[in-house]
């Protein structure tokens, strides 16, 4: 398996453009995860689906912040609109459960609002 | 109070010398402990996990964890330069929360 795909791997956008990430889980995975790091601030979950279903999305920070899951293989994280606060690596991660200790992470898309 | 506080470093120590992370958590309840280990522009990836007290040894590393002080270590061995990334502590209680990460340096 290839793991967790995300893309774009780096981008750069202006404020109040909207930006969308994706994620492709592991195949089999039934969790998928959106964290956000920073130095301030460290990893941050954002929010989890469970067979492509939010369950808690109490760490996204604002109305601007959505994530869709339509499909078991695919996941976008989308900012509208967004602000320089929002800089940031976002970390797509999945799991077989949500009881399970290992997350396998994506390598990152590095946002960078100016 | 944050559920898990960690010294973000960094930290640097000589090659083969012996490295002692440390997290601190909020919450006695927690029973799952785990260290990810994250290369410089990469995902962290799961180093070891323990259950409730007690140590747990990988190779060269030792995971601790002390639930009278709610204290948990990982202590590397025989440090090498590839050792070299940011640790991440982490319990899971309904989901993973993860520290904020100390910086390693293992200079040659």
């Known amino acids: 398996d290839a793991g967790v795909i995300q893309s774009p791997r780096h981008e750069v956008t202006e404020m109040g453009q909207e930006v969308t990430l994706r994620c492709k889980p592991i195949s089999g995975h039934d969790y998928l995860f959106w964290y956000r790091q920073t130095m301030m601030r460290g990893l941050e979950l954002l929010i989890y689906?469970?067979?492509?279903?939010?369950?808690?999305d109490s760490g996204m920070p604002e109305d601007r912040f959505s994530a869709k899951m339509p499909n078991a293989s695919f996941s976008t994280l989308k900012i509208q609109p967004s602000e320089p606060r929002d800089s940031a690596v976002y970390f797509c991660a999945s799991s077989l459960t949500v009881y399970e200790e290992t997350q396998y992470f994506g390598p990152g898309t590095r946002l960078l609002v100016l | 109070q944050k559920e898990v506080e960690q010294d973000p470093g960094p930290l640097s120590v000589p090659e083969g010398a012996i490295v002692s992370l440390n997290c601190t958590y909020s919450n006695s309840a927690f029973q799952y402990f785990m260290w990810y280990r994250q290369y410089s522009r990469k995902g962290p990836e799961l180093l070891m996990y323990?259950?409730?007290?007690g140590n747990k040894e990988d190779g060269r590393f030792t995971a601790q964890v002390d639930k009278s002080s709610k204290y948990i270590s990982l202590f590397i061995r025989d440090s090498q330069p590839s050792d070299s990334a940011t640790y991440l502590c982490a319990i899971r209680d309904d989901k993973i929360i993860f520290g904020k990460g100390t910086r390693l340096h293992i200079l040659p």
């Open positions: 323990t259950y409730s007290s």
């Open positions: 689906f469970n067979n492509n279903v939010p369950i808690d």
